[in-house]
């Protein structure tokens, strides 16, 4: 079992920023990429921004140069820092966990979410 406690959504005006966490525990034997999702209503989930083992980084065209993802590998633990927010931003924010198995097998965990709601 992995546990993944998020915490740091809330509400703000555009152009605020916020900063999210996700703690990651229980059976976590080799992280292949920790990261976040988010879902607005209506639409899919999608990719916000992820870490890889390595150290590599991946964003959303949408909030490249506004929100950085760190990663503090001691307490598996990730960061999400999200400046100069704006209404489209608004979501449920999920951590994800990839683990690593094999090639093949890459199990995913999820967080229960948090909610950033940003208002213009």
């Known amino acids: 079992q992995v546990q993944l406690v998020e915490s740091g959504g809330g509400s703000v005006q555009a152009g605020d920023s916020l900063r999210l966490s996700c703690a990651a525990s229980?059976?976590?034997?080799?992280?292949?990429?920790m990261g976040w999702y988010r879902q607005a209503p209506g639409k899919q989930r999608e990719l916000v921004a992820r870490i890889i083992r390595g150290g590599s980084t991946n964003y959303a065209d949408s909030v490249k140069g506004r929100f950085t993802i760190s990663r503090d590998n001691v307490n598996d633990t990730i960061y999400l820092q999200m400046n100069s927010l704006k209404p489209e931003d608004t979501a449920v924010y999920y951590c994800n966990v990839q683990l690593y198995v094999s090639v093949l097998v890459r199990p995913n965990y999820w967080g229960q979410g948090t909610q950033v709601t940003v208002s213009s």
């Open positions: 229980g059976n976590i034997f080799s992280i292949n990429a």
